[in-house]
C-alpha cells in the first residue's frame, strides 16, 4: 500500500524547512569571502537588488509550481506541458550532483565537529599539528572520509524517512533556531577580540570603485551566483517543498520571508567568521580553506575555550549542511514517488529514499577519496570531483532550469496563472505589475547572465574580467 505524501503542519515549519534549505556552505564560505573581497558595502547593495528582481521571482515561482501540482519536480513541469519534463529531469540531475558532494563536505563538518568536542576534553591536543596539516591529512585518509560521509548520509536518510512533517518539519523547526542561536554565540565572540574590527572593515567598507569601468559586471555576476545558489533555486528542493505547503499559506509572503531570512544569515555569517580571522592576523579566505583550516587556526590559537567555540561553529556548519540536503533528498525522492503514482504504481517511502541515499553515497565516493584533487584519481575534465559535481549542478543545470523557468512564467504561464493559485483561501498577489516585470525582463536576463558568468568562472573564461 502506498502511503499519502504528506504536508507541512504550520507555515512556521515550512519556513524553518525552506530556510534550512537556503542556508548551507554557500553562506558560510561562500558569502563572507565574496562580499570582502568584491567591493563590501557594494558587493552588498548589488546582492540586494539581485534578491529583490531576481531571487523574490525565482522563489515565488518554484513555490506556485509546486503548490500548483502538488507534486515533485518532473511531474510539477509535465502540468505544464509534456514537454517541459525536461526542466524537471535537469533539477534531478542537478539535485543529484549537488548531493555528491555536499554530502562529503556534510561529513568534513561531521569530523570538525567531533575533533573539537574531544579537544574540549584533552585540552586541544588533537590539534597539535597545525591546521593545514591536520586538514590535509584528514582529508587524505579516504577510509575516514568515506566512513564519515556514510554517517551523514545515513543521518539524513533517518530525518527524511520520518515524512514531512514527522522527519523534516520536525528536526528543522528545532535544527534552525538553534543554528540561529549558535550562531549569535559565536558572533558575540568573534566581534569581541581584540582586533576584530579590522574584519568588520573587510567585510562593509563599501569600495565604490569596484564599479568601475566594467568592474560592475564582473561583481554583479558574482552576486547573481551567490544569489541563486545561496536561495537553493533551480533544482528539486523549492518546488518539492512548495507543494507540501498548506493552501490556505501565502506563496508571496513565504518567497520573500525564505531570501530576506537567508541573505541575514549570510551576513551573520560573515560577523562570525571574518573578524575572528582578522583579530588572529590571518588572511581572509573562501571555500574549504575558510571553513577546516583558517577558522580551525582561530580555534587552535584561542586557548582552552577554543575547542569550545569551535565545537559550536562546526555543529552549527553541521546543521547548516544537512538541512540543506535534506531538501534536496527529499526533491529526488519526492519526483520518484510521484512517477510510480503517475503510473498507478504502489510504492514504499522507505524503499525509495534508502535507495536513494545509497545511491547519493555511492557517487559521493570519488568526492570522498579525492582529497579535494589531491589524491590520486582521475581528474574528470580536468576539474578535482567536487568541483565537477559542482560544474553540473550550479555551473549549469542550475541556472538553465531556473532560466528556462521564468521564461515560461513569463512568456507562457503568464500572471493570471500564477495569481489563480496565489490567491486561493483570500490571499492577494499585490503588486501584479512588479512581479510581470521580474518574470518577463529582470529575472531571465538576470539568470542568463548568471549562467553565462557561472560558465566563465568554472572555465576561467574571463568574459566578466
Ligand atoms: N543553498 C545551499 C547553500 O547555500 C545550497 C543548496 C543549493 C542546497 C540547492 C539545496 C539546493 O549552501
Not at 506541458?81 to 540531475?93: C, D, L, S, T
Not at 555528491?100 to 569530523?111: I, P
Not at 571553513?291 to 569551535?310: C, R, S, Y
Request: aromatic content about 14%; glycine content about 12%; hydrophobic content about 55%.
Amino acid at each position: 500500500m502506498s502511503e499519502s505524501k504528506g504536508q507541512f503542519n504550520s507555515n512556521f515549519g515550512f519556513i524553518m524547512a525552506s530556510v534550512g534549505s537556503a542556508v548551507g556552505l554557500g553562506n558560510l564560505w561562500g558569502f563572507p569571502y565574496k562580499m570582502g573581497t568584491s567591493g563590501g558595502g557594494a558587493f552588498l547593495l548589488l546582492y540586494v537588488i539581485v534578491v529583490i528582481f531576481v531571487g523574490f521571482a525565482v522563489t515565488l515561482g518554484e513555490f506556485t509550481i509546486g503548490r500548483k501540482a502538488g507534486k515533485g519536480v518532473i511531474e510539477a513541469y509535465k502540468m505544464i506541458g509534456k514537454n517541459y519534463a525536461i526542466v524537471g529531469v535537469f533539477a534531478i540531475i542537478a539535485a543529484i550532483s549537488l548531493l555528491s558532494f555536499y554530502c562529503t563536505l556534510g561529513a568534513y563538518c561531521m569530523k570538525y565537529f567531533a575533533s573539537n568536542f574531544v579537544a574540549i576534553f584533552t585540552h586541544g591536543g588533537i590539534f597539535e599539528a597545525d591546521a593545514t596539516q591536520y586538514f590535509n591529512d584528514f582529508i587524505s585518509n579516504g577510509g575516514v572520509v568515506v566512513a564519515f560521509t556514510a554517517i551523514f548520509c545515513i543521518l539524513n536518510l533517518v530525518i527524511i524517512m520520518g515524512g514531512v512533517s514527522g522527519g523534516i518539519e520536525k528536526f528543522t523547526t528545532i535544527a534552525m533556531p538553534a543554528l540561529f542561536i549558535m550562531l549569535i554565540i559565536v558572533i558575540i565572540k568573534s566581534i569581541s577580540l581584540p582586533g576584530s574590527s579590522a574584519g568588520l572593515e573587510f567585510m562593509f567598507k563599501p569600495d565604490m570603485s569596484v564599479f568601475a569601468g566594467t568592474g560592475w559586471i564582473s561583481i554583479l555576476a558574482t552576486a547573481g551566483g551567490q544569489v541563486f545558489f545561496s536561495l537553493s533555486l533551480g533544482m528539486a528542493a523549492m518546488i518539492t517543498y512548495g507543494s507540501y505547503l498548506s493552501k490556505k499559506e501565502s506563496l508571496v509572503k513565504n518567497s520573500i520571508i525564505v531570501p530576506v531570512a537567508d541573505s541575514l544569515v549570510a551576513i551573520m555569517a560573515g560577523l562570525a567568521v571574518m573578524p575572528a580571522v582578522f583579530a588572529m592576523g590571518l588572511e581572509p579566505a573562501g571555500g574549504p580553506g575558510l571553513l577546516f583550516i583558517t577558522l580551525q587556526t582561530v580555534f587552535n590559537d584561542m586557548g582552552a575555550v577554543g575547542p569550545i567555540f569551535g565545537f559550536v561553529l562546526y555543529f552549527l556548519v553541521f546543521i547548516a549542511a544537512i538541512t540543506s540536503s535534506i531538501s534536496v533528498l527529499e526533491g529526488v525522492s519526492s519526483a520518484w514517488i510521484d512517477a510510480k503514482v503517475a503510473k498507478g504504481q504502489d510504492y514504499s517511502r522507505k524503499k525509495i529514499t534508502s535507495i536513494v541515499t545509497g545511491a547519493v553515497f555511492i557517487l559521493n565516493l570519488p568526492t570522498s577519496l579525492d582529497a579535494l584533487g589531491g589524491g590520486s584519481l582521475p581528474q574528470p575534465l580536468g576539474f578535482c570531483w567536487l568541483d565537477f559535481y559542482d560544474l553540473l549542478a550550479e555551473g549549469i543545470l542550475m541556472p538553465l532550469g531556473s532560466l528556462i523557468m521564468v521564461i515560461i512564467i513569463g512568456y507562457k504561464l503568464h500572471m493570471d496563472w500564477m495569481a489563480e493559485e496565489i490567491e486561493l483561501e483570500g490571499n492577494k498577489m499585490g503588486a501584479k505589475g512588479f512581479w510581470n516585470f521580474c518574470y518577463k525582463v529582470t529575472a531571465p536576463i538576470g539568470m542568463l547572465f548568471i549562467l553565462v558568468g557561472q560558465i566563465d568562472s568554472f572555465f576561467k573564461l574571463g568574459i566578466f574580467s
